[in-house]
């Protein structure tokens, strides 16, 4: 069983290739459109709160429909409903892409359209998490799965936006909505080529509210889920929320630019990639528990230390060390969930998963920039980093509880 623990083990399943292919692709040109998304609202406007308004409008949409959308995915057959969801994420950019290379983009156009992305974004993301467990046979493969699909994204975006700058400094930002319309072809040609098994335990229709609550009842009733919920929601307010600082950080205290904050997110990405290969090597509930505690206190101490440090090469070690921490636990956690949760409630556990990754990401970005404003910046980040470790106290009393799970 030693090859369980190889980081490409899940390669050698034909459906997990042909999706990684196709999904690499659409990634890259998804994180080519982000860019191009930013810098044309910033050129059509000008203003920075159109910025936050169009971004508000995507992930706002998606948050509000998530908990639908989790019922509804577990009826459905969720092979057909990717395919759906893919092909309309498809349509939005492509008429974006028309829109911006004929001259006739206006800004509420933009806003409208990031709108429907976000909507049809609530069904096409639990729809994938709840399917890609089965592009393995071994249910031991769920956290390489897992693992390396985060790798997709995490690759996509150290090197996307770089090519959008060039695609768009030569060619227009049209383009990166023309090339990230395309893209979809790729995932849609993979879904089509994928023998899947009929694991589709579609449940019985049932009224919205009836399948929310029985939904939420599953999660507070499980304590693996329950827990690892409820440690992702307080790690995601406390670290989510120090990011929006790091402007600040590389401007005021590194007294840097541009290029020194490239430098900062770029070290946190290198170890956020680092986590990806580790987790993708384990395959077993306890030791992905641990992982969790682990990324709690990596995630703690980097934050104290970019917090009083002054030194860009001690902060940009922190910034590794923190992405490193926090990938641990996101990936730990989505792949221990997905382990222990009964198929029929996939759709809806992974929904709230992801609702509460996102929500308190939001919320902890607002309490961040307001206690910074009161206190300041390197103690709000200290702050965080000391909760950081009074959570990784609380989940450690909790380990003993995973220990006694079968999968181990």
């Known amino acids: 069983m030693h090859h369980l623990r190889y980081p490409w083990r899940a390669f050698q399943s034909r459906n997990f290739r042909v999706y990684f292919v196709g999904q690499s692709i659409s990634v890259l040109g998804n994180f080519m459109a982000q860019t191009g998304l930013i810098w044309l609202v910033y050129s059509i406007t000008n203003s920075s709160t159109w910025l936050g308004a169009v971004y508000f409008a995507n992930q706002f949409s998606t948050f509000v429909l998530l908990p639908v959308a989790g ?18 994420l498809m349509f939005v950019s492509l008429l974006t892409a028309v829109l911006v290379l004929s001259n006739s983009i206006q800004v509420w156009q933009l806003f409208m359209l990031m709108f429907c992305s976000g909507c049809i974004n609530a069904f096409d993301i639990p729809t994938r998490q709840s399917l890609i ?27 996307a936006p770089s090519i959008a700058g060039v695609v768009i400094a030569s060619a227009g930002t049209g383009i990166c909505f023309l090339i990230d319309g395309f893209s979809f072809l790729a995932v849609l040609a993979g879904l089509l080529f994928m023998h899947l098994p009929q694991k589709y335990p579609i449940t019985k229709p049932q009224p919205l509210r009836q399948g929310l609550q029985e939904g939420i009842h599953y999660v507070i009733s499980s304590h693996p889920i329950r827990v690892v919920l409820v440690l992702i929601a307080l790690m995601s307010m406390l670290v989510t929320g120090t990011t929006t600082l790091l402007p600040v950080i590389a401007k005021d205290i590194l007294h840097g630019n541009a290029v020194t904050l490239g430098f900062l997110t770029s070290a946190a990405a290198l170890g956020a990639l680092l986590a990806t290969v580790y987790v993708s090597t384990q395959i077993y509930v306890k030791r992905l528990s641990q992982l969790l505690w682990l990324g709690s206190i990596l995630s703690g101490c980097a934050l104290a230390i970019v917090a009083i440090s002054q030194t860009l090469w001690i902060s940009l070690i922190a910034m590794f060390v923190g992405g490193l921490g926090f990938l641990l636990q996101q990936i730990a956690g989505n792949a221990l969930v997905q382990i222990v949760v009964h198929e029929e409630k996939r759709g809806r556990v992974s929904s709230l998963y992801i609702m509460t990754y996102t929500g308190t990401g939001i919320i902890g970005s607002l309490l961040m920039g307001v206690l910074s404003t009161h206190i300041g910046i390197s103690q709000t980040i200290f702050t965080a980093g000391l909760l950081c470790f009074l959570v990784a106290v609380w989940f450690f009393f909790q380990l003993s509880r995973f220990n006694t799970y079968k999968n181990n």
């Open 133 to 159: 467990v089965q592009f393995v046979d071994d249910s031991q493969d769920i956290s390489n799965v897992l693992a390396l699909n985060s790798s997709i994204y995490g690759i996509a975006s150290m090197i």
């Open 71 to 88: 019922v509804l995915v577990d009826r459905w057959n969720r092979y057909y409903t990717l395919v759906v969801t893919q092909t309309l």
